[in-house]
């Protein structure tokens, strides 16, 4: 079975200083892989995923992440953090079999503060 | 703005009642997927919809039921409510068309409270 895995319930960083979120999962197989924002009161907003190539994948709001087949990590990551960055970022995974579901399973979910 | 749209924003009821949930996909979307947020499970997967036709079925209740109209909005009923079905609700479209590629855009969700 799929799952994903988020260890840190809550990541703190100053304003300006480079982010790390971290996810490691385990699936069958190649994977699929998506990063998904949630600001209070509102819904998951999609970041990025990654589907096939290059490794480092650029997203939204200057987000990008790693895919790491040896850890079985995707990382996400931003260079310079904002204090509008603050909010609580979700890892999902899918496996490649093609079954017109696309089963997501998400992490727990990691609470990014941004301190000024 | 997703395009994904979900009423209504709050629901308020109480224990034995029942609710419909209705969700507008993205223009030109054909799947529907419905899950479940709550502090102690997490985000969790409750059924797809493609094109009206059910898909699949993850962790949903036999009190709870959805359906998917030929305009393609989606309905998700729950009945005989109890306290632990307070959560947040959202759906999520995806065009249908590109498989386990396909980008899941979620609506802003309903929060529904039992009473």
């Known amino acids: 079975a799929q799952s994903v895995a988020q260890p840190e319930d809550q990541v703190n960083v100053a304003e300006g200083n480079p982010l790390t979120v971290k996810c490691t999962y385990s699936?069958?197989?190649?994977?699929?892989l998506f990063w998904y924002v949630q600001y209070p009161n509102r819904g998951l907003q999609f970041l990025l995923k990654y589907i096939t190539g290059d490794n480092l994948v650029k997203g939204s709001y200057g987000f990008e992440a790693e895919f790491n087949k040896s850890q079985t990590s995707f990382h996400l990551k931003k260079p310079s953090a904002l204090v509008s960055d603050s909010a609580l970022y979700f890892c999902a995974v899918t496996p490649h079999a093609d079954t017109g579901f696309q089963k997501l399973v998400f992490g727990t979910g990691t609470r990014l503060l941004v301190s000024p | 703005d997703s395009g994904v749209t979900q009423t209504p924003k709050h629901l308020i009821t109480a224990t034995g009642q029942r609710v419909t949930l209705r969700c507008s996909p993205r223009s030109g979307d054909l799947s529907v997927y419905w899950y479940q947020q709550s502090l102690d499970q997490g985000l969790q997967f409750l059924i797809q919809y493609y094109n009206g036709e059910e898909r699949a079925k993850g962790n949903i209740l036999e009190r709870f039921s959805a359906q998917q109209f030929p305009d393609l909005h989606s309905e998700l009923n729950l009945s005989s409510l109890e306290l632990g079905d307070s959560a947040l609700y959202f759906c999520a479209s995806t065009t249908g068309r590109r498989g386990n590629t396909d980008t899941q855009y979620f609506g802003p969700g309903t929060r529904l409270t039992v009473l």
């Open positions: 699936v069958s197989g190649n994977p699929y």
